[in-house]
């Protein structure tokens, strides 16, 4: 055992036996970004050599990492089924259909953190096997419980004890060895903020990305997305990115990655169209190809031994076969004015009827096996296509089914055909402790009420989608399915079209805002949606809170539900003002807070300068934003902007400003980034 | 590779690289039943050297077995969430919370049988993974689909392809080699009665174990119990086992195997008056072991290294510890008349909320680790407490929630938590391939029909179990459990009762038929239940029916559900009987049957001779049947009845009888056993 050797400001790696070949920091393309870990503060290891167990075992290894009374567990990656993930057994495997709340997950990461002050990263691609303090050993935990009495119904027969003299035990299939990484804290977010550094830093999407994103119907050609495309700007709907669904190929499972002749039989001209209404195209596919691709042949050499739907599943592993598969984007889309992809299906489902993608006993050549390849197969894929645009010096920002460890970097929003509104919603609240973006993204609606809620909650999440990708028109001319697709319209059709264009307005408004508090998970790591216990672990209100979030450091956003008119709101420590109503909440305690339907509960932390733009409908390339500092109370510090070209990767040679809105209302701007695309207009108080 | 060793007539064992230590197999208490293979006929080794293919991989190894085109695979133990186990990925894992259709079950076995003539026995404790031809290789299967049109919903997207060039794939962790047993058939139906008898031949409970089962609410004090078992005589209700739930114990999480001084102050006294009344009691209990127990210390050297709810795990792989557990219950119980134990919690439960056993990284003494021990856990648990009864020369039957490999010989039935009445039905076609007794057990209902619908498939099924569990009074008395438990009855209650007395005199009328049915499974591995698909396997139309059964040779049972007045019945080949009505209805075809609340479509198959006994109320030491001979259309062969004590290992060393109805009508017995239990008294002409 190879103790507290420290790689890194506040991480240090534990060597345990001897780690597999392929790890997910041994095959890492970005490096940590030690400048951003120099920034934070230093701090002690938190253990000492001896206080974690380890043994190699017939079924791979097992680490024992001791816990604290009270510590609560959070992060492993997207976890729709829960927040809290204290004595639970996760399963770290990488799954489309998570059907209970067991772990698996379309991003399960093996990293966690604690309320204690400490993150773990067990670095592997195994379905590593976590049991977060259930369980005891002989004679080692508290005494067994008494209670004589019978009980009547499983759920009081099973119910969890709490336990003392708990460990983290980690179950590592196959391997003999494992490294782990400890990231120090003290607190919980700090922790955090170490592992997203480790990572390499957070992504900075251009900043069009951050606006909102339409996908069309699979059943659209090139005729009906053009219409779709400019009834939104009539609509004035804002809109900055419109994506294709899987009708654009010819073959689409598995990929022809070509255009179907037949749908869209002018695939340049098309795209030219779209550009000038100013969207981003982005295309839909899958990592599976198809027998009459292009690049099939050149691919079969660098690719596993099993087919999935037909079409071979690239080793995205070797150096060849990214180079074959991006080299072929690069030239027929990204060079076309794609602006990015979804990538779909790259996250297995085998707990479903509809069983699909490899098994665990495929083999490719770079020596991966199935089990590895489908945690690694989400971060090689986004690897992959991100290297086009890394060379044109051009960022982008794109859409992934599935991740794993040390994603921060990548510029990729997760999304899932699952639909449970409170899920969706809980994922918002997860997927920051583990280096992820998630997207409740909307479909259709069970009513227009419904329709409303998830627009809203998606409207103030890491990415505003709405993926119609099997309806006709717009879900806010009509939330049904069939109906939809049939023209019949709904005849309030356009107050609701007035509702949802109310909420993207807010998010056009707070798009500097937003791309700032990027800024700064670039550089400090700190996500920009936050579950209340990252910023409050202390606080025992927040340790269980998973419907609500923090959307940078000065807004927390509270969505309501179908049926719901109003809800129960948790506010931190501190004074909170309604957006809307400029109300004043105590912080510290529950609030019921009502909403009407076309409205969503958010709260701005007293003490806030905050830049709020003057809406757009889509980011063109010289966009200025115009920009009302708002100061809610009386301003406890000043408000910064990053300010860039807000599309290239120039900031990271220096092209790029910090703009500070003072507590003294002055405009302070320093930097290397020569034009300005932020103008403060106005100073306005909205309290006090 | 060690191709072709014939094991057994119509038995090939393949040795593939080197097993574990630890198999069922390598583990088994009871010798494969030789004389029982040499009566079935010869047959060819299904598969010629080189036909499998086997790889040794970092996870463990791999085995690829070729499948033909059009072929159904069926097994892999109780699946309640599906029948027909054809192009899915089947994990072969114990859980009493199978969440979707994933092979995880309580009573996973790796073991599968397939329509083209053989079975699969994969001889591991592993978690094993099967792909029952999901996949193929590149350049091995069929041409990827074609089909270029765009699809707007997941499940035209995802659904199943069929292919060609499949291999089943079985995929077992950890294990660098593997035990192939291959039964020969030639049909499904012979390899299962190969595999049964490579078991040990199927198990035969004593009569009453198949009359009817009582288990009463766990908050019952003495009286309570003694209060309802005399109700069910007044109420002439068949009864024969009554049950006793946890709270007869002092501590029940963990077990302390000590009468609660408080409900049951006089426990021998208790039993007695029980005994009068004609039951014989059975007790629930699990293997986790409280402090308080007294054979707590014994058993703490011989444990694993993990409490379960506070208690110890005993290793009873060590014949110590079975020693000190089934000499404690000898002493305990056995002795006092205990007729039989239900074996709770034996299963494991980590993909639900109420997370409980050992984790599979858990250390026992033998050097088994945790993921073996759950899938070894049932066998030995029930291996543990059938010494004492072998010792003494009793059968017994008992209740087990979990169960694996070779397990026929055992005499225990399995249940469980869940209560889907489809899924519970489901598990009777299911079971039987693969060697297991299932109780789609009866605890409350959501109506008097639903409770109807479910105590009707429960009394022709192989285990006719009420388990009241949480309600005080009978379940007929009201269905439901907040009523019940406050002494509400229905205003039908009578009607109710009468139904339920109706359906269990259906089953004590068939004891005998079921007891030789039972006979037949103990000496030829032919089980009791049978999904049609098993006697019919080239009629396709059997493929997927998953909610009738074969009850014997000659009976056919086709439930109704709550909702339901009538319901679709396919009939195989041949003709058939309404056991009501006696109406005629042609094989070969789906019949709408309608049938009252208080009726079970039922069906008896032309050409039978069908041995029908005046019902008892239970089955006492002396009890002789009353039998009427039923002829059931033109008799095509003689009825058969096995006759011997009804309740020791006697008829092992030849103190049975066959006693034959001759379709001349004549009675013959044969056998070394003295006594007359059944008495011929009519032949009664049903039809025709």
């Known amino acids: 055992m190879n103790l507290d050797q420290l790689v890194a400001r506040g991480v240090w790696r534990i060597r345990l036996g001897e780690p597999e070949q392929f790890t997910p920091v041994g095959m890492r393309e970005i490096p940590p970004d030690l400048t951003g870990l120099e920034n934070l503060p230093a701090v002690a290891a938190r253990f000492a050599p001896g206080d974690l167990r380890f043994k190699t075992t017939a079924r791979g290894c097992v680490v024992e990492i001791p816990m604290v009374d009270g510590e609560q567990i959070y992060g492993f990656g997207l976890q729709l089924k829960s927040l809290n993930q204290t004595a639970k057994k996760r399963t770290i495997r990488v799954n489309s259909d998570p059907l209970a709340d067991t772990g698996d997950s379309h991003a399960p990461v093996p990293f966690y953190v604690s309320t204690a002050g400490y993150g773990i990263l067990i670095d592997t691609l195994r379905y590593a096997m976590v049991n977060t303090g259930s369980h005891v050993?002989?004679?080692?935990?508290?005494?067994?419980?008494?209670?004589?009495?019978?009980?009547?119904?499983?759920?009081?027969?099973?119910?969890?004890?709490?336990?003392?003299?708990?460990?983290?035990?980690?179950?590592?299939?196959?391997?003999?060895?494992?490294?782990?990484?400890?990231?120090?804290?003290?607190?919980?977010?700090?922790?955090?903020?170490?592992?997203?550094?480790?990572?390499?830093?957070?992504?900075?999407?251009?900043?069009?990305?951050?606006?909102?994103?339409?996908?069309?119907?699979?059943?659209?050609?090139?005729?009906?997305?053009?219409?779709?495309?400019?009834?939104?700007?009539?609509?004035?709907?804002?809109?900055?990115?419109?994506?294709?669904?899987?009708?654009?190929?010819?073959?689409?499972?598995?990929?022809?990655?070509?255009?179907?002749?037949?749908?869209?039989?002018?695939?340049?001209?098309?795209?030219?169209?779209?550009?000038?209404?100013?969207?981003?195209?982005?295309?839909?596919?899958?990592?599976?190809?198809?027998?009459?691709?292009?690049?099939?042949?050149?691919?079969?050499?660098?690719s596993g031994d099993y087919e999935v739907w037909g079409g071979l599943i690239p080793d995205l592993s070797l150096p060849k076969a990214r180079e074959i598969f991006a080299g072929f984007h690069d030239r027929e889309f990204v060079a076309k004015g794609i602006s990015g992809f979804k990538l779909d299906e790259c996250d297995n489902s085998d707990i479903t009827p509809w069983f699909w993608s490899f098994p665990e006993a495929a083999e490719f050549p770079s020596g991966l096996d199935g089990e590895?390849?489908?945690?690694?197969?989400?971060?090689?894929?986004?690897?992959?296509?991100?290297?086009?645009?890394?060379?044109?010096?051009?960022?982008?920002?794109?859409?992934?089914?599935?991740?794993?460890?040390?994603?921060?970097?990548?510029?990729?929003?997760?999304?899932?055909?699952?639909?449970?509104?409170?899920?969706?919603?809980?994922?918002?609240?997860?997927?920051?402790?583990?280096?992820?973006?998630?997207?409740?993204?909307?479909?259709?609606?069970?009513?227009?009420?419904?329709?409303?809620?998830?627009?809203?909650?998606?409207?103030?999440?890491?990415?505003?989608?709405?993926?119609?990708?099997y309806i006709k028109n717009p879900p806010w001319k009509q939330f049904a399915t069939g109906q939809n697709n049939a023209d019949e319209f709904l005849p309030e059709a356009d107050a609701v079209t007035d509702a949802v264009r109310k909420v993207f307005e807010v998010r056009m408004q707070l798009l500097p805002y937003l791309y700032t508090a990027f800024a700064r998970y670039r550089f400090e790591g700190l996500p920009v949606c936050r579950a209340l216990v990252m910023d409050y672990p202390d606080d025992v209100n927040t340790h269980k809170r998973d419907d609500e979030w923090l959307l940078g450091d000065r807004l927390l956003v509270a969505p309501l539900f179908a049926g719901q008119t109003e809800r129960e709101v948790y506010l931190p420590a501190g004074d909170w003002y309604c957006w809307w109503t400029k109300q004043k909440y105590p912080g510290g305690q529950v609030h019921k807070v009502a909403a009407e339907v076309d409205t969503i509960p958010l709260f701005v932390k007293t003490g806030t300068i905050l830049p709020v733009a003057a809406p757009v409908q889509f980011v063109a390339p010289g966009t200025v934003f115009d920009i009302t500092a708002q100061v809610w109370g009386t301003p406890s510090e000043p408000a910064r902007l990053f300010e860039d070209d807000f599309e290239t990767f120039d900031f990271e040679r220096g092209a790029f400003n910090w703009v500070e809105l003072t507590t003294d209302r002055r405009v302070i701007r320093q930097g290397g980034f020569a034009g300005e695309r932020y103008r403060i207009v106005k100073w306005e108080t909205m309290f006090g």
Chains 1, 2 share one sequence.
């Open 372 to 469: 590895q390849m489908h945690s690694a197969l989400g971060p090689l894929y986004q690897r992959t296509l991100l290297a086009p645009y890394r060379q044109r010096n051009q960022r982008t920002f794109c859409q992934v089914r599935a991740n794993h460890a040390l994603a921060a970097p990548y510029p990729f929003a997760l999304y899932s055909d699952l639909y449970d509104h409170r899920d969706f919603v809980r994922g918002v609240t997860t997927a920051g402790f583990s280096g992820l973006l998630w997207s409740p993204e909307v479909r259709e609606g069970a009513s227009v009420e419904d329709l409303l809620r998830r627009i809203q909650a998606v409207a103030l999440s890491p990415h505003a989608l709405i993926n119609a990708w």
């Open 137 to 302: 050993k002989v004679g080692q935990g508290t005494p067994a419980s008494g209670g004589s009495a019978p009980s009547g119904n499983v759920n009081e027969l099973y119910k969890a004890r709490e336990l003392q003299g708990r460990y983290c035990v980690v179950d590592v299939p196959v391997a003999k060895g494992v490294d782990i990484y400890v990231f120090g804290g003290p607190d919980l977010r700090t922790a955090v903020q170490r592992y997203n550094l480790f990572s390499g830093g957070g992504c900075l999407p251009p900043l069009w990305g951050l606006g909102v994103w339409y996908r069309g119907s699979t059943h659209h050609n090139a005729d009906g997305i053009m219409g779709l495309a400019k009834q939104l700007r009539d609509d004035r709907m804002p809109c900055d990115v419109f994506g294709l669904e899987p009708g654009w190929q010819s073959q689409a499972y598995s990929c022809s990655y070509r255009w179907s002749s037949e749908r869209f039989p002018q695939p340049d001209e098309f795209l030219k169209n779209l550009q000038s209404l100013g969207y981003r195209p982005n295309l839909w596919e899958h990592v599976f190809v198809h027998p009459t691709a292009e690049i099939y042949e050149a691919l079969k050499p660098v």
